[in-house]
């Protein structure tokens, strides 16, 4: 069945504000990171997205990473409904082939569990897929880029669980020439014609893996800032909707969303939330939420039910609220950085009626009940530090109905 859509998501009219990124080596709003296992850099997948900081779970080397002891897999309090608010993760993952079919299953359990541990109702899969320069035209599976079957099992996994499933393609930027400034939001393809036709067969067979476990939501693209508004997604979204019964989303960066229209012809928008907000450590959680509320006025005022975070995170140290995406600054830990802002954005995302938030981020090889080793894990690392574990519970378990039926935009 047809859904409809957001009518090519322009919201009021906007003030064009200008965006000064301060953190080094950002690139958007994209630091590099570190290969787990390794010191290897690449490109960070959004505001802060690791591919990610020297692993400190269960992912070690590549073929010699053990699977975690079997565990059955619990399952949720109360599965998620349509008008819930959806309580969510981004979980990362960056597949090696030679990790057994056993060791991927036992993986996503131990990520289920933990989830199910937090109260959360839903999770979002990202996984990267890659391009060649700025202006390439083709768009790869490689051989980080989960298969569609292996992707299908995972979702299973978290079905079993009772979790509400999204599939969200990123693409990879290490191939994009960083030093220039390029990242994914300011790609130039040579012909577009020939970029969408390379897109729409990479996205095929995903979509189809998606449909075959029912997932709520496929998230047709992510950050592509220079890529929204093109006639040619129109095209791309009516053929997605033909293999996908569910809500076919668009993720934004929040540099483009504050800054003018949105213009996706999607059901749903998300945003990948990083907003600079210039106060001290000490500052409380309610001059927190009047930092984000002042960011999303610029947009719209009001509620914002068709609104989701599809990505929020901040590191645990000092300094960190002045870029919150920051994600190659180690300066001192403070947990409580970390756990106040959580605590903020749950409250916007709750006086907004937005229809939820995903934390930015646990890596699919990690074990989320370790500890993060503060020597090479990323500041923004979540699982692990009690405090903000139990800002994310308090912000699961809140008494917040969701947006409803509420259609006001």
């Known amino acids: 069945m047809k859904r409809a859509r957001l009518p090519m998501l322009a919201v009021l009219p906007v003030t064009v504000i200008s965006l000064v990124v301060a953190a080094p080596f950002v690139v958007g709003d994209h630091p590099l990171q570190w290969s787990s296992g390794s010191l290897t850099p690449h490109l960070v997948l959004d505001g802060s997205e690791p591919t990610h900081p020297g692993g400190t779970g269960s992912g070690t080397d590549a073929g010699t990473a053990a699977a975690p002891e079997h565990t059955e897999t619990a399952k949720v309090d109360k599965e998620w409904k349509k008008g819930m608010p959806q309580w969510g993760v981004q979980l990362y993952w960056e597949d090696n082939p030679e990790h057994s079919l056993e060791y991927v299953e036992k993986q996503a359990r131990l990520h289920a569990n933990y989830l199910v541990g937090l109260h959360a109702n839903s999770i979002s899969v990202s996984f990267p897929f890659f391009t060649g320069t700025k202006s390439s035209t083709k768009i790869t599976a490689g051989t980080k880029t989960p298969t569609p079957e292996r992707l299908a099992r995972v979702l299973a996994i978290f079905h079993e669980a009772g979790l509400r499933t999204t599939v969200r393609p990123l693409m990879d930027e290490r ?10 939001g300011n790609i130039a393809p040579s012909s577009r014609d020939a970029w969408f036709a390379s897109y729409e067969k990479f996205l095929t067979p995903y979509l189809e893996a998606a449909q075959g476990e029912k997932a709520a939501t496929f998230v047709i693209g992510t950050e592509l800032n220079s890529m929204e508004g093109d006639d040619r997604w129109s ?3 009516d053929r997605a909707e033909k293999e996908f019964t569910g809500e ?15 213009s996706m012809p999607v059901s749903h928008l998300g945003i990948d939330a990083y907003f600079p907000v210039k106060v ?45 995406g920051n994600f190659y600054a180690k300066r001192a830990v403070n947990l409580r950085v970390q756990a106040n802002w959580y605590t903020a ?6 006086e907004r009626k937005m229809s939820g938030v995903y934390w930015w981020s646990i890596y699919f090889d990690d074990n989320p009940n370790d500890k993060p080793d503060d020597k090479v894990a990323s500041r923004l690392d979540f699982a692990g530090r009690p405090l903000s574990e139990k800002a994310i519970k308090s912000c699961f378990t809140s008494d917040y109905a969701g947006p409803g039926t509420d259609t006001a935009s």
């Open 280 to 324: 001290d450590d000490d500052a409380s959680v309610d001059t927190l939420v009047n930092g984000w509320d002042d960011w999303l006025d610029k947009k719209a005022t009001g509620t914002l039910p068709k609104i989701t975070i599809a990505e929020a995170g901040i590191g645990a140290m000092n300094g960190a609220y002045h870029s919150p």
């Open 248 to 262: 076919v989303a668009y993720d934004a960066n929040w540099d483009n969303y504050v800054s003018g229209p949105i």
């Open 345 to 350: 954005v749950c409250r916007v995302v709750q």
């Open 175 to 184: 191939s994009l020439d960083i030093a220039d400034g390029n990242w994914r």
């Open 235 to 237: 095209a791309l979204v």
